[in-house]
């Protein structure tokens, strides 16, 4: 009886627990922001970056604020990027 247990039980050990293959890892933020800042055509004077949700996907959520050359002070663009926390695709841009 003790010698079915023993290649048993290396059965158990040898095969691996969860999915097989890669798992997909998380953007950190600061790639995020690479990945968005692409798509910003004034220079930022600020940028925040916020971990959501759109349409059932978790994207960073990146927001650039700042002013085109040659604009007025109190105009001011507002640019936010929607980047794939996984695949680092842009979902969406929007902008004011």
Same mark, same amino acid.
């Given at each position: ?5 023993? @290649? %048993?039980?290396l ?5 691996p627990?969860?999915?097989?293959? @890669? !798992?997909e =890892?998380q %953007? ?17 004077? =600020?940028?925040?970056? !916020?971990?959501?949700?759109?349409k ?7 927001t650039?604020?700042?002013?085109? =050359?040659g604009?007025? @002070?109190?105009?001011?663009?507002t640019?936010?990027?929607? !980047?794939?926390?996984y695949?680092g695709?842009?979902? =969406?841009?929007?902008?004011?």
């Amino acid at each position: 009886m003790r010698s079915l247990w023993v @290649p %048993l039980l290396l059965l158990v050990v040898a095969c691996p627990a969860g999915p097989v293959g @890669p !798992v997909e =890892s998380q %953007l950190t933020r600061e790639q995020a922001i690479e990945i968005a800042r692409q798509e910003v055509s004034f220079q930022p004077e =600020s940028v925040e970056a !916020v971990l959501s949700e759109s349409k059932g996907r978790p994207v960073w959520q990146v927001t650039f604020r700042g002013r085109l =050359s040659g604009q007025p @002070p109190g105009l001011f663009e507002t640019m936010i990027v929607e !980047v794939d926390a996984y695949s680092g695709d842009v979902v =969406s841009i929007s902008r004011t």
